[in-house]
């Protein structure tokens, strides 16, 4: 079974912060992604890699920056963390090849901005 | 812009019977993939249903079925005999593999299960 792994569960952090959120997938996937999850809005693309070191912005790339070192690793950063980031953070990868290929999610990180 | 559209922000069904949650889609490529995916409370994304827009029949898993109307642009959740563990979020989907391969969500249907 895939794994996607998110660092953090619940986070809490002031205004202002630099923040990090953490992913790491061992199915050696090369697309990663990073989603902020709100009510009645549903999953919006912040960013997404499909390879080591590249990276894309998607819909709503503005407050933040992402960071792929490593194949396994995708991290999401807030510069300087504002309260219109409370949010949830899902973290998603999906191997290139195969038509089918679903995203394969981990569990999220609830991020509260104060 | 938007590209998926659930209209329904909640939905009920009785337990044992069957329920359609809309999703309809825009883009101008050919070729692209429709996903829809489960979220219970817990939180997770479970992928459940997958239809290539080249695929000649509607994609079936289990009680899942997919009613693809690709000259509406549709691509309704059929959910049959509900249980109540089927109470929770429904999100469609769409990848569209020449616009950099991402993949768009709708805002979700919440479904709940009356027993």
């Known amino acids: 079974d895939v794994k996607v792994t998110q660092s953090s569960r619940y986070l809490v952090k002031r205004t202002g912060e630099k923040v990090f959120l953490e992913c790491v997938q061992d199915m050696d996937h090369e697309n990663m992604f990073w989603y902020r999850q709100d009510p009645g809005l549903g999953l919006r693309l912040i960013y997404f890699?499909?390879?080591?070191?590249?990276?894309e912005k998607g819909d709503i790339p503005e407050g933040y920056s992402v960071s792929r070192e490593k194949k396994e690793r995708f991290s999401l950063i807030l510069e300087s963390a504002s309260t219109n980031q409370t949010s949830m953070y899902l973290c998603?990868?999906?191997?290139?090849?195969?038509?089918?290929?679903?995203?394969?999610f981990g569990n999220g990180t609830r991020l509260t901005v104060t | 812009a938007q590209k998926i559209t659930q209209t329904q922000p909640g939905m009920f069904v009785q337990e044992k019977e069957a329920v359609t949650l809309d999703c309809t889609y825009d883009t101008s490529d050919q070729s692209y993939g429709l996903f829809w995916y489960k979220q219970p409370s817990s939180g997770e994304m479970i992928f459940l249903i997958y239809?290539?827009?080249?695929?000649?029949q509607n994609a079936t898993e289990g009680r899942y079925s997919l009613n693809f109307q690709k000259a509406r642009k549709s691509a309704n959740l059929v959910i049959s005999a509900s249980q109540l563990g089927d109470s929770a979020m429904y999100f469609c989907a769409m990848r569209e593999p020449y616009n950099n391969n991402d993949m768009r969500f709708g805002a979700g249907t919440r479904l709940t299960v009356k027993p």
């Open positions: 998603a990868s999906r191997a290139r090849q195969g038509r089918v290929s679903p995203l394969h």
């Open positions: 239809q290539g827009s080249y695929d000649e």
């Open positions: 890699s499909y390879d080591v070191k590249m990276k």
